[in-house]
């Protein structure tokens, strides 16, 4: 069983940037590859980006390449998500996501979700 808890959402303009972390409690967080999902009100929960186990390799949306950058640090068990140049359009609830052993952007395929953390751009 892997606790995952979000932080870092807020409020903040048009072109500002927020760093989000998902804290891992549990088993052994560096086990797991580790994505991050967010929807929007009236829209389905869709992929940003996700990271393998140890970090080795990261996967974007078009959305947000460029733009935003996934890692973790395995001796903190958490991983994190710096968001740079935010648009109105990134506004949803983010979430993190671990996989025992799968890496991917399917979301019903990750094994263990956090609550979320919500993200609102302001234009």
């Known amino acids: 069983q892997v606790q995952l808890v979000e932080s870092g959402g807020g409020l903040v303009q048009a072109g500002g940037s927020l760093r989000l972390s998902c804290a891992a409690s549990?088993?052994?967080?560096?086990?797991?590859?580790m994505g991050w999902f967010r929807q929007a009100p009236g829209k389905e929960r869709e992929f940003v980006a996700r990271?393998?186990?140890?970090?080795?390799?990261?996967y974007y949306a078009d959305s947000v390449k460029g733009r935003f950058t996934i890692s973790r640090d395995n001796a903190k068990n958490t991983g994190y998500l710096q968001m740079n140049s935010l648009k109105p359009e990134d506004t949803a609830v983010y979430y993190c996501?671990?996989?025992?052993?799968?890496?991917?952007?399917?979301?019903?395929?990750?094994?263990?979700w956090g609550q979320g953390t919500q993200v609102t751009v302001s234009s």
């Open positions: 996501a671990a996989s025992r052993a799968y890496i991917g952007h399917t979301s019903a395929r990750y094994d263990y």
């Open positions: 990271i393998s186990w140890n970090g080795g390799s990261t």
């Open positions: 549990g088993r052994t967080f560096s086990s797991y590859a």
